[in-house]
């Protein structure tokens, strides 16, 4: 056995510039699958599952595409990991974190092989980072204090969000019913109470956006199919009661009239629960259980509404919306916040019946219902609509805005440029590079639309080494144009979680000398 072998049979270890080549690798390629989804032009990647079924999702959201690819490159899955945190911290820019940290790491490359120490790049490009963000802070609009202008950037925040997706073609229209639920939300960021019901049918141009709450839920048989000035019991009860549910129990009678009896002592006990459900002046009864028949039929002669399995988040939510409180025992009615609303009623949505809950107490839940052709075009507009969505709430407490396509990185590269001229020593290569890796966004932006990306960002570079220059990419006429006029606007949060996300990942990577993989563990054979 060799002196020099401590790992177990299967264990492998790639150690110094082999372990730094396949993590950049990975990375790499990671970052070229995701790059052709960024911008306007982007294009959609079909994912299909090997599972069962094999159910296929048609999505252009970066993090979607990540979190279902299985990879084994242990870089590659940092990229995956920060796509993932940013979509759940501000919803958009997942590509464009992986795309940029990508290019920072294809640029450190370089510099490694021309012998510049790794931790010489991370402190360059932590400089360098630094810089950026300034340099995006200089050039922040914010219209918090005049709502009017504060509303139309907000739109316009929606549109430039939805136009990489599949829903560019309706933008204003989504983008209206976006701005609109979140402007209900009154700036908490929860998107919980906006609640996105899909229903295959129609075009993605029918979708609309309702102040009621609908619940997806048929109304029981003979029971009112409207009602006004509805108080609402939201419950989380059993009202099941008609047979002995004791698993297990044996009871042991000496004629059938006994087990008549114990039938007839239980319908007593549901019928007092009734009584005491109905004691709360109530005409409508939501709940998460099943409802048999004979409470049913009960609620029905009273005239009340009654509702079962409404599942669990149509609960919460319907408590949020009508202010109730969820109630599961009901011996003192006073101490039970009813839900209070206008009207209940039934709608048709396509063939299907929903209870619409209209005029409701709080205004800060809303439905938004979306049509389209198939479930795959449903899904991927609910996951479009959400990422717009989470930006506008976002921006709502962040009220900052910078504007789009290309141009907060060419204001980040160009203050970069400038500071890796006054730095001395080896940092300022590491520093030009982070510059050059920013500049990479507006060049995938321009080569997904089919432009020549050299040209144009030659164009950019020369516009914006003048003062104050709103010049980006206009992906639609293929040149550069203002984008202040075009309306293309990005939240400054979005921008800055990319930019940190993205250099913090490429530090991570970069600090990588040895990869170990562990021996898998064998199954002793037992027998």
């Not at 056995?1 to 390629?29: N, Q, V, W, Y």
């Not at 490359?109 to 120490?117: A, N, Q």
Request: glycine share 8%; charged share 30%; with cysteine.
């Amino acid at each position: 056995m060799p002196i020099d072998k401590i790992f177990k049979d299967d264990a492998s270890e790639e150690k110094g510039e082999r372990a730094r080549m396949a993590s950049f690798i990975g990375a790499m390629a990671v970052a070229d699958l995701v790059k052709s989804t960024l911008g306007p032009k982007g294009m959609d990647k079909i994912l299909q599952s090997t599972g069962r079924g094999h159910a296929v999702s048609v999505t252009n959201d970066g993090a979607t595409i990540l979190k279902s690819l299985h990879i084994d490159n242990p870089a590659a899955k940092v990229l995956v990991d920060i796509s993932k945190v940013q979509d759940d911290e501000v919803g958009d820019g997942t590509t464009s974190v992986v795309v940029l940290a990508g290019e920072l790491l294809r640029e450190a490359e370089k510099l490694v092989t021309s012998k510049i120490h790794p931790m010489t790049i991370i402190a360059g490009y932590r400089m360098a980072a630094e810089c950026a963000r300034d340099a995006l802070l200089k050039r922040v609009i914010d219209n918090k204090e005049n709502a009017e202008k504060f509303k139309s950037d907000l739109m316009k925040i929606a549109m430039t969000t939805l136009c990489s997706k599949i829903l560019s073609q309706d933008k204003e229209h989504f983008a209206e019913m976006a701005v609109d639920a979140v402007f209900r939300l009154k700036g908490s960021t929860n998107l919980e109470s906006i609640q996105i019901i899909k229903k295959p049918g129609g075009s993605l141009r029918d979708s609309f956006l309702d102040e009621g709450f609908i619940l997806d839920k048929k109304i029981g048989i003979g029971q009112p199919k409207r009602i006004e000035n509805a108080k609402i019991l939201v419950a989380n009860t059993a009202m099941d009661t008609d047979k002995v549910k004791i698993y297990g129990a044996r009871v042991r009678v000496d004629s059938m009239t006994k087990v008549a009896e114990i039938e007839g002592a239980e319908k007593e006990k549901m019928k007092d629960k009734v009584k005491k459900i109905l004691d709360h002046g109530i005409n409508c009864f939501v709940n998460r259980q099943l409802i048999y028949n004979f409470p049913e039929e009960l609620f029905a002669d009273a005239g009340v509404l009654a509702i079962e399995h409404a599942d669990f988040e149509g609960i919460e939510r319907l408590g949020l919306v009508t202010g109730g409180e969820i109630a599961s025992t009901f011996d003192n009615p006073e101490s039970v916040k009813l839900g209070h609303c206008k009207l209940i009623e039934e709608i048709m949505i396509g063939e299907d019946k929903l209870i619409h809950f209209s005029g409701v107490e709080m205004g800060q839940a809303c439905s938004i219902v979306l049509r389209g052709a198939s479930h795959h075009v449903l899904d991927e507009a609910e996951r479009s609509l959400h990422d717009a969505l989470c930006v506008l709430s976002q921006t709502i407490n962040d009220t900052r805005v910078l504007l789009g396509g290309g141009w907060p990185e060419m204001v980040m590269a160009k203050e970069v440029d400038d500071l890796a001229r006054k730095t001395a020593g080896k940092k300022s290569h590491a520093i030009e590079a982070f510059s050059r890796a920013l500049v990479a966004i507006p060049t995938t932006i321009a080569d997904n639309a089919g432009l020549d990306s050299a040209e144009l960002v030659a164009q950019l570079r020369a516009e914006h080494h003048s003062e104050s220059s709103n010049a980006g990419i206009d992906v639609i006429t293929g040149a550069v144009g203002d984008m202040e006029e075009r309306g293309i606007y990005e939240a400054f949060k979005v921008k800055q979680a990319v930019l940190l996300s993205a250099t913090e990942a490429a530090e991570m990577i970069l600090r990588v000398d040895e990869i170990i993989t562990c021996a898998p563990r064998r199954r002793e054979d037992r027998m």
